[in-house]
Nanobody, 127 residues
Framework: QVQLVESGGGLVQAGGSLRLSCKVSKGPFAHHAMAWFRQPAGRGREFVAAISRNAENTYYDNSVKGRFTISRDTADNQVYLHMNSLKPEDTAVYYC????????????????????WGQGTQVTVSS
C-alpha cells in the first residue's frame, strides 16, 4: 500500500512563500501520476496542481497558475509544491495524492481518480 507523507506547511504572511513536500513510500513512485489538492475550512477539497509520471506535463487550477509550481524527484520519491505570492485565500489543509497511471505523460486532475492520499499539512496565510 502506497504511503504519502506531507511536510512543509506553516504560517506565512501574505506575499510570502512556502514549499510543500510529499514523500512517497511502499510503492513504485514512477508508476504514479501525482497531484496536490487543498481543503479550506468549511469547504470541500479542491484541485490545485497535477504532474504526469514523466514530469513533462503539469496542470494548475486558475487560482494558483503563475504562483505555484509542482515538481517531482524520482531519485528521492518526492513531489513538491512551490508556493509563491501567497494570499489569505490560499489558507487550507493541503493534501498530496497518487494514482497509478498507464500513460507516462498524462496529468490527472479528477479527485476520484486518486487512490492514495496523505494526511494533509496546514498552510495558513495571514493578511
Amino acid at each position: 500500500q502506497v504511503q504519502l507523507v506531507e511536510s512543509g506547511g506553516g504560517l506565512v504572511q501574505a506575499g510570502g512563500s512556502l514549499r510543500l513536500s510529499c514523500k512517497v513510500s511502499k510503492g513504485p513512485f514512477a508508476h504514479h501520476a501525482m497531484a496536490w489538492f487543498r481543503q479550506p475550512a468549511g469547504r470541500g477539497r479542491e484541485f490545485v496542481a497535477a504532474i504526469s509520471r514523466n514530469a513533462e506535463n503539469t496542470y494548475y487550477d486558475n487560482s494558483v497558475k503563475g504562483r505555484f509550481t509542482i515538481s517531482r524527484d524520482t531519485a528521492d520519491n518526492q513531489v513538491y509544491l512551490h508556493m509563491n505570492s501567497l494570499k489569505p485565500e490560499d489558507t487550507a489543509v493541503y493534501y498530496c495524492a497518487a494514482t497509478v497511471e498507464i500513460y507516462p505523460n498524462v496529468v490527472v486532475t479528477v479527485q476520484t481518480r486518486y487512490q492514495h492520499w496523505g494526511q494533509g499539512t496546514q498552510v495558513t496565510v495571514s493578511s
